[in-house]
């Protein structure tokens, strides 16, 4: 009998039957074991294994280490399998928590990627919890929250944060705003820069109803108002790193723009980006250290999303992305072109000297980031995939290798993506290790994750056999959602059908730009 069988045992004097993973795909069973799997947690401790997780409806009810790695498992040590249970074999397997992406939007108009699309892509991956930074109306994401919670849907869970409105003029009307934004149901809010003042009402309010708020400081208002400034008014999550140069100014209060610069011309506005890290207090310094150390004592996160700008300091790279040609939407890929109009595809004349300037920018940044971890601070791990050739999913896995390239631990990387984020939410009680008493949103994989996070793209890791052929490892396996066990490998082939079935219907092959 092949390893990695799945088996339904009814504990009867007929037969116990094999029944196919076609049928508990997408169904929550009464009781779920997963058996003789190597345990990799996120609350800092080592893999551990052979464990059998049980699982009841959508909780797991028992971690029980059953054996030593390399010895025959003695099955009278064994976690008892329930009238109609079902097991799935994951001896030789790695089971991780749930992943938790602190930016994902949920596809986009102009992207042309609707939730289907974008949920399979993050399922596939592992991913069971997402915040959905604004970029969709209220009703509509607290619609999708609530067919999610209910499992109706193929989805992770749903944090829904709605972006503050830039109309508001005065300090009483952001206090209503934020009243008003949490009786419609948001978890929380995303801003981008206004007047102090209103920053300020806004993020005080939003604290005392104890909601979550997160921040891209744009340079239009970073100026007066920084990630610093945030922090001491409540903000709980910067994104990207806007406005933290900027707090670690010493020598200048504005960034060092060129005459003709211009905001609206993206390629100005990213190019310049990219310089800005070297315009800030040097690691380590008196100035540097304090900023740090205070955010940390706010008990502040910094959520990066390293690999939405990768491209910046890569673009090949990006562009050729071999999953483009099989799970990128012909819409999406027209999106990432070369534009002045669409957002984030800034590539007017992208060189050597702009990528090595991100390069350098990277350094700084990843020392900040590494360092802030280091001291204690909470980093999470979200993608904000959708632009700059970033795709859902396969996104997310990269943040997790970039965080890896600042140096963090594997074990600390997994931490960031899982219990991390799910302490930012506010629900490490209910999610994001694998322990007695929590949901059950788990990933299974084949191959060790800690070795080589490459395993985890859905295209998996290219290796070398015994045979001297290459082939593809990995991938994620299953992934589980409140005990709700899905093919993953099934999810990414019904997003490869949608997208086969798009470029038939636009006779549209994938070009790279300027080729005809």
């Not at 779920?32 to 551990?48: Q, V, Y």
């Not at 994902?104 to 991913?127: C, E, N, S, T």
Request: glycine share 8%; proline share 4%; aromatic share 10%.
């Amino acid at each position: 009998m092949v390893n990695k069988k799945i088996k339904s045992f009814i504990i009867s004097l007929c037969l116990f039957p094999i029944i196919t993973f076609s049928q508990i795909h997408g169904t929550q069973h009464d009781q779920l074991i997963l058996r003789g799997a190597t345990l990799i947690n996120s609350t800092g401790a080592p893999p551990i294994g052979p464990v059998d997780i049980v699982i009841e409806k959508n909780k797991i009810t028992n971690v029980q280490v059953v054996g030593y790695p390399g010895v025959e498992i003695n099955e009278n040590n064994r976690p008892k399998l329930s009238k109609n249970g079902v097991e799935i074999d994951c001896e030789g397997s790695y089971v991780l928590p749930g992943f938790v992406d602190m930016h994902g939007h949920i596809g986009g108009r102009a992207q042309g990627a609707d939730p289907d699309y974008v949920f399979k892509l993050w399922m596939a991956h592992g991913i069971t919890t997402i915040r959905q930074p604004s970029g969709m109306s209220t009703e509509r994401i607290l619609d999708l929250k609530k067919k999610s919670l209910k499992n109706e849907i193929i989805a992770p869970r749903i944090f829904a944060y709605t972006g503050f409105n830039s109309r508001v003029k005065s300090p009483e009307e952001a206090r209503d705003w934020v009243r008003e934004n949490a009786k419609r149901g948001a978890d929380g809010i995303k801003f981008f820069g206004a007047p102090p003042e209103i920053m300020q009402a806004a993020l005080e309010e939003n604290k005392k109803l104890g909601l979550g708020s997160a921040c891209h400081h744009a340079q239009l208002d970073v100026v007066k108002w920084n990630v610093l400034n945030s922090a001491r008014a409540g903000l709980t999550t910067m994104e990207h790193w806007y406005g933290l140069p900027e707090a670690l100014f010493e020598d200048r209060v504005i960034q060092n723009y060129p005459p003709d610069y211009n905001y609206n011309n993206e390629q100005n506005r990213f190019e310049e980006a990219g310089k800005l890290w070297k315009q800030a207090a040097k690691p380590y310094s008196e100035h540097w250290n304090n900023v740090m150390n205070e955010l940390i004592s706010l008990d502040f996160t910094i959520d990066p999303t390293l690999n939405i700008y990768e491209a910046s300091r890569d673009l090949h790279r990006a562009r050729r992305a071999e999953w483009h040609d099989d799970y990128t939407l012909p819409s999406l890929w027209a999106f990432y072109a070369p534009s002045r109009i669409s957002h984030g595809s800034y590539w007017h004349f992208w060189g050597t000297e702009q990528e090595v300037a991100w390069k350098e920018n990277y350094k700084l940044w990843m020392t900040f980031l590494n360092e802030f971890k280091n001291r204690g601070g909470r980093v999470t791990a979200g993608s904000d995939s959708g632009f700059i050739y970033q795709l859902y999913g396969f996104a997310f896995v990269r943040e997790l290798e970039l965080l890896r390239e600042a140096g963090f631990h594997p074990l600390e990387v997994i931490q960031s993506a899982t219990l991390n984020g799910a302490e930012a939410l506010g629900i490490s009680n209910s999610t994001g290790s694998i322990e007695v008493g929590k949901l059950a949103d788990i990933i299974v994989v084949d191959e060790n994750p800690l070795a080589n996070l490459k395993v985890l793209y859905g295209t998996g890791a290219i290796k070398l056999d015994e045979n001297n052929e290459a082939v593809r490892v990995g991938g994620v396996k299953y992934t589980i959602k409140d005990g709700v066990v899905y093919d993953s490998k099934k999810l990414l082939k019904e997003v490869k059908d949608h997208v086969d079935l798009a470029k038939k219907e636009a006779g549209y092959k994938i070009k790279q730009p300027g080729v005809n």
